[in-house]
Every structure is written in structure tokens, then in C-alpha cells.
């Protein structure tokens, strides 16, 4: 299995001929390989995690592409096709088992309405958290896509974050709203909790692929 890691919150996965795209959004330039997709995977309805822009090219591209997100983001995708995913479900697309974990974005203010979130464990190997910090109970996670840099994100606890799930493997994503210093800064903070379970933390710049 090889993860792909694109602008801000966006990785493709790939395994035996088969793709899987998690949150296609706003900081991420289209995706122009779309070869071998099984499936879709959208954590909450903000629109760094997705557009109508980026799925209508998608779907375009892959016709009857099956599309896995909350309530919300069916709502707010209403002309589209989408199956509604809670935590404690686990789906299958094509090589991907998905297993949903989480249900709430983390708080940006009191004043800003919460929404829904899923974090998604794909074949029992990569955990993405989209914009939580919701740990997998009772998994043993080999690489955890771990956020670097939100307005709901303080680095102490992204840290202790990556601390609680203890992954063999991480790298950042979630970045694009940060200075390069910030990301590099925010990178070694984390390279530093995950080397404290004997774990090895990666840095992915756009583009860039890490076998799993």
C-alpha cells in the first residue's frame, strides 16, 4: 500500500490497482491521475476537506465512484450520491476496508457552529483523523496522518495527540495554512512525539509517497 501525500489535507492510496482519495479541498490543486479509483472519502463538510469543484472533476472522471462522508457533507452535497458513514461503521471498496472512528470536528470557537467528523482507518494500517484528535481505541496503528497546523490546533495538543496513538510510522498533513517555518517547526514537534513510542516520523511535501 503506497500513500500519496497533495496540498494541505488531501492523500491518495493505492493498493493493487486500486485508489482511494480522502478529502479533495480548496488549498489542493486538481488531481489529474485518477486512475484505478474505488472510492472516496470526505471527513467533514469544511471546505478544505472538499468542493463541488473538486468532486464534480472527480466523479467526471470515475462515473459511479462511491463517495463515504458524514450527514453534513451529504447535505451540503445534496445533488451528489453519497453514502453517510457514522463511527463504529466499517465499509469496503474495492482492496479498502475503512473503519469511521471520532464524530466531532474539534472546537475552533464557542461562536462557530460544530460539525461532524470521521476519522478513517483504512485496512488496518493508516489512520487519518481529519480534524480531530479522535485515537482509534484498541489499535496498533503502523502510520498515522497527523494534522500540523489549524485555527481548532494547538501544537501541545497535536503532540500529545500523537503521543495517545503511538504509531509505528507518521507524517503531517493539514499544513497549507502555515509559514514554512511554522510547518517546520510544527513537523519536529511531532517527529519528537512520535520517537517516543520508537516510532519514525516522515516529512511528505506535495507529491511525495511513503510505502507502507
Same mark, same amino acid.
Given at each position: *500500500?503506497?500513500?500519496? @501525500?497533495?496540498?494541505?489535507?488531501?492523500?491518495?492510496?493505492? /493498493?493493487?490497482?486500486?485508489?482511494?482519495? /480522502?478529502?479533495?479541498?480548496?488549498?489542493? !490543486?486538481?488531481?489529474?491521475? %485518477?486512475?484505478?479509483?474505488?472510492?472516496?472519502?470526505?471527513?467533514?463538510?469544511?471546505?478544505?476537506?472538499?468542493?463541488?469543484?473538486?468532486?464534480?472533476?472527480? +466523479?467526471?472522471? $470515475?462515473?459511479?465512484?462511491?463517495?463515504? $462522508?458524514?450527514?453534513?457533507?451529504?447535505?451540503?452535497? $445534496?445533488?451528489?450520491?453519497?453514502?453517510?458513514?457514522?463511527?463504529?461503521?466499517?465499509?469496503?471498496?474495492?482492496?479498502?476496508? +475503512?473503519?469511521?472512528?471520532?464524530?466531532?470536528?474539534?472546537?475552533?470557537?464557542?461562536?462557530?457552529?460544530?460539525?461532524?467528523?470521521?476519522?478513517?482507518?483504512?485496512?488496518?494500517? +493508516?489512520?487519518?483523523?481529519?480534524?480531530?484528535?479522535?485515537?482509534?481505541?484498541?489499535?496498533?496503528?503502523?502510520?498515522?496522518?497527523?494534522? %500540523?497546523?489549524?485555527?481548532?490546533? @494547538?501544537?501541545?495538543?497535536? *503532540?500529545?495527540?500523537?503521543?495517545?496513538?503511538?504509531?509505528?510510522? $507518521?507524517?503531517?498533513?493539514?499544513? *497549507?495554512?502555515? !509559514?514554512?517555518?511554522?510547518?517546520? *517547526?510544527?513537523?519536529?514537534?511531532?517527529?519528537?512525539?512520535?520517537?517516543?513510542?520508537?516510532?519514525?516520523?516522515?516529512?511528505?511535501?506535495?507529491?511525495? !509517497?511513503?510505502?507502507?
Amino acid at each position: *500500500m503506497r500513500v500519496t @501525500k497533495f496540498e494541505h489535507a488531501t492523500l491518495r492510496v493505492d /493498493i493493487g490497482g486500486d485508489a482511494l482519495i /480522502i478529502d479533495p479541498g480548496t488549498f489542493t !490543486s486538481p488531481l489529474d491521475d %485518477l486512475s484505478g479509483l474505488v472510492a472516496v472519502v470526505i471527513t467533514h463538510e469544511h471546505p478544505d476537506h472538499w468542493t463541488p469543484e473538486h468532486l464534480d472533476r472527480i +466523479l467526471r472522471a $470515475a462515473p459511479g465512484t462511491p463517495v463515504f $462522508a458524514p450527514a453534513g457533507v451529504a447535505a451540503a452535497a $445534496a445533488d451528489h450520491e453519497i453514502t453517510v458513514v457514522e463511527p463504529g461503521e466499517t465499509v469496503s471498496a474495492g482492496r479498502f476496508t +475503512l473503519r469511521f472512528f471520532g464524530g466531532d470536528h474539534e472546537i475552533i470557537h464557542s461562536s462557530l457552529p460544530r460539525v461532524q467528523n470521521v476519522g478513517v482507518l483504512i485496512n488496518d494500517e +493508516l489512520y487519518y483523523p481529519g480534524d480531530s484528535y479522535a485515537v482509534p481505541e484498541g489499535v496498533e496503528i503502523d502510520v498515522l496522518a497527523a494534522p %500540523l497546523g489549524a485555527p481548532w490546533l @494547538k501544537i501541545g495538543e497535536a *503532540m500529545d495527540f500523537v503521543l495517545a496513538v503511538k504509531p509505528r510510522r $507518521a507524517f503531517g498533513v493539514h499544513d *497549507m495554512t502555515l !509559514s514554512v517555518i511554522g510547518r517546520d *517547526m510544527h513537523r519536529a514537534r511531532l517527529k519528537w512525539a512520535t520517537e517516543q513510542h520508537g516510532g519514525e516520523f516522515f516529512q511528505l511535501d506535495p507529491g511525495n !509517497s511513503l510505502d507502507l
